[in-house]
């Protein structure tokens, strides 16, 4: 399935992975909103976590270029230290709706998940970033 991403940290646009992962492989990048999440600061990125009624999580919608796209996928696996399947990953890639800001539709988009024992832990000692927005934290 081909869907977009959506990034919330180091891959957002003048981030530190943008230019090594993004740049000149998509077709558009536009502002979004993931609902239902709450921020937290990692070392060095984010986690976002899911929370009904948590928040809302800023970032941006990213559309491969169909000839990158299966490439790129593969590549923020392993950037997002995802394998499916094993509960030592970090993160987990799951489908979700995500609304883009310009028409406040709401599209599904892969979105990298903190996994559920990250998830835990940050619910229980983590630092929420306040807003949902990686780029004002403080």
Not at 20 to 27: I, P, Q, V
Not at 76 to 98: H, I, K, N
């Amino acid at each position: 399935m081909t869907l977009p991403f959506f990034v919330y940290g180091t891959l957002r646009p003048g981030e530190a992975n943008h230019d090594l992962f993004l740049r000149g492989r998509t077709r558009s990048e536009e502002p979004g909103r993931l609902a239902d999440a709450v921020l937290y600061d990692g070392p060095g990125y984010p986690y976002a976590v899911e929370e009904p009624g948590g928040g809302v999580v800023g970032g941006e919608l990213v559309t491969a270029l169909p000839e990158a796209y299966e490439g790129l996928l593969a590549e923020l696996d392993r950037l997002e230290e995802y394998v499916p399947g094993d509960p030592r990953s970090l993160y987990v890639r799951v489908e979700r709706q995500v609304v883009r800001e310009a028409d406040g539709v709401a599209v599904p988009a892969w979105v990298y998940l903190a996994a559920p024992a990250v998830a835990a832990r940050l619910r229980a000692r983590g630092r929420a970033i306040a807003g949902g927005d990686w780029r004002a934290r403080v």
